[in-house]
């Protein structure tokens, strides 16, 4: 595999791309649905809402939390988990220029 060469971009560029790897694998998505369908932080349900081991769905959660799309906080002996605002808003502005541009396009191809 060749080098990325991520100094080349901006660091919008790459921080959206982190984003974009985070959210690229069918158990994060599940992680992510299950966060907003509880609606609050939570602590250990997650493991019994997926068919992965425990193990798997830390390393997952450890890659959510990494590319600032979910945080958690230590409570007791367990590490409490919930949406990260800030990260889905970067997601939500770039998909609006996104957006913008397919709604005034021009039929070019």
Request: aromatic content about 4%.
């Amino acid at each position: 595999m060749g080098i990325s060469k991520t100094e080349h971009f901006t660091e919008e560029q790459n921080e959206l791309a982190t984003l974009a790897k985070a959210i690229g694998h069918p158990a994060r998505i599940a992680i992510i649905q299950h966060l907003i369908k509880v609606n609050s932080c939570i602590c250990s349900d997650i493991v019994n809402e997926l068919p992965l081991a425990q193990p798997t769905v830390s390393q997952h959660l450890k890659e959510l939390k990494n590319a600032g799309l979910i945080k958690g906080n230590l409570e007791g002996n367990a590490i409490c988990y919930c949406l990260d605002e800030n990260g889905f808003e970067k997601i939500k502005n770039f998909f609006e220029i996104v957006n913008k541009h397919l709604e005034n396009k021009n039929q070019c191809c």
